[in-house]
């Protein structure tokens, strides 16, 4: 499986924006797929995830304003953040795998090239 993360951009606080995580290679449907960020001297950090059943999970810092949702029929994953903080601001990176925790990064096989995402306050 092959990600392609798109769609990071320079967003004023308190703004939105959507991220984009097209697959192509493999049978993306049956994977978990998630979203992790990493900011300078940070390590990776989880963000959302969603199920190959559907069930989704997010980090309390975004719950409530980050939406994840995928489409099958386009195997692309889409992560919507509104409400951006400053705090927000750090180098998103998509993923692909089969981990029963689908919070921990070691259960992704696959890793997007990762998109900037800067929120100016």
């Known amino acids: 499986v092959q990600l392609q993360a798109s769609g990071g951009v320079l967003v004023q606080a308190g703004g939105s924006l959507r991220l984009s995580c097209a697959a192509s290679?493999?049978?993306?449907?049956?994977?978990?797929a998630g979203w992790f960020r990493q900011s300078p001297g940070k390590e990776r950090e989880f963000v959302a995830a969603?199920?190959?059943?559907?069930?989704?999970a997010y980090a309390g810092s975004v719950k409530g304003r980050f939406t994840l949702f995928r489409d099958n029929a386009k195997i692309t994953v889409y992560l919507q953040m509104d409400s951006l903080k400053s705090e927000d601001t750090a180098v998103y990176y998509c993923?692909?795998?089969?981990?029963?925790?689908?919070?921990?990064?070691?259960?992704?096989?696959?890793w997007g090239q990762g998109t900037q995402v800067t929120v100016s306050s």
């Open positions: 993923a692909a795998g089969k981990g029963v925790n689908i919070a921990e990064p070691t259960g992704y096989y696959y």
């Open positions: 290679g493999g049978t993306f449907r049956t994977y978990n």
């Open positions: 969603v199920r190959w059943s559907g069930s989704s």
